[in-house]
């Protein structure tokens, strides 16, 4: 039987941008802030963290008000759970935009998860993709810290990657088993507003709203659909709310 973790999300980051980033056509031209998350994973044998967040986040009081908690470096988040990056056995890795992976170099004794396109991508990016810098995976890549996955893998008993490329080619995400059930943290760029529209959206027909930095909006479209219905709790990348409620499962 496999253990029954619990998921703690850090606030190692964030953005200050248009909502219309997060939802295609809706609440365009809305301030948001999103929190960047590392999510400790604890409750097994080893010790899990999916994604590493910003080097070095910015802390201002205007966005900690917005996202109603305190943004901290990987080491203080750790802290908090008597952790440091070297205690980590596992990072898993939704995606590799850089503000997921700054912190990789850290966690010198962890095996890293991540798609075989993420890898390809990270080092020979589109213009479009200038979110990728290989700089930051460089460390853990010539350390020989790197396991690339090509398809839908458990990596330990009760935490399966699951590849759904919406918001990137190699996008994983990740599902958990927790006593509340099934939690699945996306591995492209959400809030709940996907997932649960208002019912004004709902009025033109669509059940979620794809992210609007995607591939392909029909296939995220289908992909949030899928996402939404093969969990208890859904837990999308940059939803505020996490980092108010404390641990999840």
Request: glycine share 8%; charged share 25%.
């Amino acid at each position: 039987m496999s253990a029954k973790y619990t998921i703690h999300p850090l606030v190692v980051g964030s953005k200050r941008f248009d909502k219309g980033f997060m939802t295609y056509q809706q609440e365009m031209g809305t301030p948001y802030v999103i929190p960047l998350y590392a999510w400790l994973v604890l409750g097994g044998e080893k010790k899990i963290l999916v994604d590493t967040g910003e080097l070095r986040p910015i802390v201002s009081p205007d966005r900690e008000e917005f996202i109603g908690a305190k943004i901290e470096t990987i080491e203080e988040g750790l802290a908090r759970h008597g952790l440091t990056p070297e205690d980590i056995d596992i990072v898993i890795h939704t995606h590799l935009h850089r503000d997921h992976c700054e912190n990789d170099y850290k966690f010198t004794n962890a095996t890293f998860y991540v798609h075989e396109k993420e890898m390809e991508v990270v080092h020979d990016p589109h213009p479009l993709d200038y979110r990728y810098q290989e700089d930051f995976i460089l460390d853990v890549e010539e350390n020989g810290q790197i396991k690339t996955l090509s398809e839908d893998t458990e990596v330990v008993p009760g935490i399966t990657m699951i590849h759904t490329p919406a918001h990137t080619e190699g996008s994983m995400s990740v599902l958990i088993e927790t006593a509340k059930g099934k939690a699945l943290i996306t591995g492209f760029c959400c809030i709940m507003d996907n997932f649960y529209p208002a019912k004004e959206v709902k009025g033109l027909g669509m059940e979620v709203i794809p992210p609007s930095t995607c591939l392909d909006l029909k296939e995220a479209y289908d992909i949030v659909l899928k996402c939404r219905d093969m969990a208890d709790i859904i837990i999308p990348l940059h939803e505020p709310k996490f980092a108010r409620e404390g641990a999840i499962g």
